[in-house]
Each structure stands twice: as structure tokens, then as C-alpha cells.
């Protein structure tokens, strides 16, 4: 059984940059899609970015269209998010998920659909 370990969080000011990395223990993440959700204060739980499994395709929700990129170590192990031009509104806690199979990501990001969740890092952008 996959599990998920989130971690690199923190307090940043704005424009600042943060890192989350996802790393797998159980399996390798090769063949799931990887998303990335955030709940923010006051706030229901929202798809950020949804990467693909196969054919490297990508969503991301138009907040955060080119700031935020998703990338995979080589060994398959580990997923991060690097997260640029940070804003006051990107706090809140961030969770990686991830699904098996082929799937269309804007789904997967806009359905919040995932088999596997991380605990959650708390990400913090101070004006």
C-alpha cells in the first residue's frame, strides 16, 4: 500500500518561494497521477495541480498558473511542488494525493479524486 509523507512547509513573506516534497513509501509513484490540494482558511479543499502518470501532462487552477510547477525525482520515489511568487491567499494547508491509472488530471484536481492522501503541510505567506 502506497503511503505519502509530506514535508518543507513553513513561513515565507510574500513573493517568496517554497518547496513541498512528497515522498512515497510502499511503492513507487511510476504509475499514479500526482495531485497537489490546499484548504485554506475558511476555505473548502481545492485542486492546485494534477500531474499525470504518463504523457507528462499537467492542470493547474488559474491561481497559480505560472508560479506553481510539479516535478518527480528520478528514482520515482518523491514528488515536490515548487511554489513561486507567493501570495498572502496561498496560505493554508497542502496535501499530495495520488491516484492509479490513467485519468484525465483536470479531473482528478477538480473531483479531488485520489486513492492515496499525505498528512498535510502547512504553508504560510505573510504580507
Known amino acids: 500500500q502506497l503511503q505519502l509523507v509530506e514535508s518543507g512547509g513553513g513561513l515565507v513573506q510574500s513573493g517568496g518561494s517554497l518547496r513541498l516534497s512528497c515522498a512515497a513509501a510502499?511503492?513507487?509513484?511510476?504509475?499514479?497521477?500526482v495531485g497537489w490540494f490546499r484548504q485554506r482558511p475558511g476555505k473548502e479543499r481545492e485542486g492546485v495541480i494534477c500531474?499525470?502518470?504518463?504523457?507528462?501532462?499537467?492542470y493547474s487552477t488559474d491561481s497559480v498558473k505560472g508560479r506553481f510547477t510539479v516535478s518527480r525525482d528520478s528514482g520515482r520515489m518523491t514528488a515536490h511542488l515548487e511554489m513561486n511568487s507567493l501570495k498572502p491567499e496561498d496560505t493554508g494547508v497542502y496535501y499530495c494525493?495520488?491516484?492509479?491509472?490513467?485519468?484525465?488530471?483536470?479531473?482528478?484536481?477538480?473531483?479531488?479524486?485520489?486513492?492515496?492522501w499525505g498528512q498535510g503541510a502547512q504553508v504560510t505567506v505573510s504580507s
Open positions: 494525493a495520488a491516484l492509479r491509472g490513467i485519468i484525465d488530471v483536470r479531473t482528478m484536481c477538480e473531483m479531488q479524486r485520489a486513492d492515496y
Open positions: 510502499g511503492d513507487t509513484l511510476d504509475y499514479y497521477n
Open positions: 500531474d499525470s502518470s504518463t504523457r507528462g501532462w499537467t
